[in-house]
């Protein structure tokens, strides 16, 4: 027996697939700073669980496949700050925003059609677009220029007579980068001029650093018939565990085929709406404060990562990540160096190496993605922990 082809031929995580051995190092006895996976120690707000309790139906349940008027309601508004308007029926509830690229990617594409995507990016984008005979078509970027890619010239070369959507994800994972809403509206022309769809990822919108404006495709009217927007709390809220997504878009025939997928696998899960929708209807102050943390955080790991000598590092402008060219020829051997063989009272790191990020083979090998998702004392003494561990490395006789 044989499975899959297209399941033979998907990746393993590089966000989760080093987990093993950090486990193994902790039973070791040393503390291992989890810089890989964007799992945020800030607490979820309280209102989530206090909606949750506050559930009075003597019965749990099924919700609308299209997921409770309540939380729907609640993202209408939430919109409404950044003048945006959307009906019922623009709003699509998913289980996570996992589940809403999948269901993308599954009413776009028809097997053998393609998407363009900067590369590196968040590399699950692999697997929902494999699922479907999907392909991603990358645009690539680089460490020195700040992994910047809204170029006409650049994304162009990537369009050809299969393509049919430009992924965006800003702010990014994993290079934080962040589109302007000039970069937007360039992106948008090219869609028109191309006949494409903007399929743009948003879960991490707020987190813009130094002063950077929130931008999204939905403030753009004039391209909202081809725009489809990703959202969720994971990352917003802290919620990662709550599983609780999004799909946005002013176009109805693609509603109304996703809706057909949401009816296949029934519905949501209805308190982890419940508590969405209050998640949705926190004060604007909570945006402020979240994205202070997160940039105090940003700027003790770059402040520290810039004093390794060799790196290639430029500060990342929004959402947690930082990804980087390392001194070192292979990322990957560098993190299993640091898990079973380094350590510096008793302490160590790990990152994700930025190679699976990509979809172009033999990129990224010497570059690593982190997660500035700890407080900023954490955050300054993983970075350490890295410098002092390519110092061990090389003095081991490595490259």
Request: charged share 25%; hydrophobic share 40%.
């Amino acid at each position: 027996m044989e499975v899959s082809k297209r399941v033979g031929s998907m990746q393993f995580s590089p966000i989760r697939r080093f987990n093993t051995f950090a486990f193994e190092a902790e039973a070791e006895g040393k503390k291992v700073y989890r810089l890989n996976i964007g799992q945020p120690d800030v607490e979820t707000p309280e209102c989530f669980m206090e909606a949750i309790r506050g559930f009075d139906k003597k019965v749990i349940a099924y919700a609308e496949s299209g997921g409770v008027t309540e939380l729907v309601d609640a993202i209408i508004d939430y919109n409404k700050q950044y003048d945006m308007h959307f009906e019922r029926n623009n709003i699509l509830i998913t289980n996570g925003g996992s589940e809403a690229l999948t269901m993308i990617f599954t009413a776009l594409l028809n097997p053998g059609e393609e998407a363009v995507i900067a590369e590196p990016f968040y590399t699950n984008y692999n697997t929902f677009c494999n699922q479907v005979n999907g392909k991603l078509v990358p645009i690539t970027t680089k460490a020195e220029d700040g992994y910047a890619w809204a170029d006409r010239e650049l994304i162009e070369a990537s369009i050809t007579e299969n393509t049919k959507a430009i992924c965006c994800i800003s702010p990014g994972n994993p290079t934080g980068r962040v589109l302007t809403l000039d970069e937007m509206k360039l992106i948008g022309e090219i869609a028109k001029e191309h006949d494409l769809w903007i399929i743009s990822d948003e879960v991490y919108r707020e987190f813009a650093y130094d002063g950077r404006e929130v931008t999204s495709f939905g403030m753009l009217e004039d391209i909202a018939d081809r725009v489809v927007i990703v959202d969720s709390v994971s990352k917003r809220f802290s919620a990662c565990g709550a599983r609780v997504g999004c799909v946005m878009s002013k176009n109805e025939e693609l509603m109304s085929g996703i809706l057909k997928l949401a009816q296949g696998r029934l519905c949501c899960p209805t308190l982890e709406q419940v508590g969405a929708a209050a998640l949705y209807r926190l004060d604007k102050s909570y945006y402020d404060e979240a994205k202070a943390e997160y940039e105090g955080r940003r700027n003790a790991a770059y402040e520290e990562l810039s004093q390794i000598p060799g790196i290639v590092c430029q500060k990342p402008g929004g959402a947690f990540y930082l990804t980087c060219k390392l001194p070192v020829e292979d990322a990957e051997d560098f993190l299993m160096f640091l898990l079973k063989e380094f350590d510096d009272n008793g302490e160590t790191v790990m990152f994700a190496p930025a190679a699976g990020f990509y979809a172009t083979p033999g990129l990224g090998k010497n570059e690593m993605r982190i997660a500035y998702v700890l407080n900023q004392e954490s955050m300054r003494r993983g970075a350490e922990l890295i410098k002092l561990g390519i110092e061990a490395y090389k003095a081991a006789g490595n490259k």
